[in-house]
């Protein structure tokens, strides 16, 4: 809700990011960048280790990525579970992409696909009683951890 009520930043949140120079990815919350799309942290993460993959260019809609793209984004993926795997070692993940304002999307100009490590029990009454999420750990924490393991296994 903090992200769906602030005012927004002019432009694309995700090319904005992107577009910043290397030096700012901690700032940024972008792990790790490859030619057609790059892996960030979720500001507003559902757990922690929730991650974005994002491709590069600049498209709202999943019909509209070319083959290269597709199969680029799916290797982030798969390099995003790994690396949560081995430093978190949840039970699960939720992964999915919200297509529109209607279907769930927050920024809805730019897709991206969600990776949410799961764990068992891991929902609890705050989420019911306060529509309130905790995650036990700071973001920049996170994101040192999260750097450090992505380090060196860049496709």
Known sequence: MTYINSEKEEGCVFCNRLQSPKERDRENLILVRQKLGFIMMNKYPY???????????????LRDLREEELLGLQKLMTLSIDVLENLYHPDGFNIGMNLGKAAGAGI????????????????????ILADVRVVPQHLQTTYDQLKAAFSGREM
């Not at 809805?108 to 989420?127: A, I, K, Q």
């Open 47 to 61: 757990n922690s280790g929730h991650l974005l993959i994002i491709p590069n260019r600049h498209i709202p809609d």
């Open 108 to 127: 809805e100009e730019h897709l991206h696909y969600h990776v949410v490590p799961r764990w068992n029990g891991d929902t609890n009454f705050m989420s």
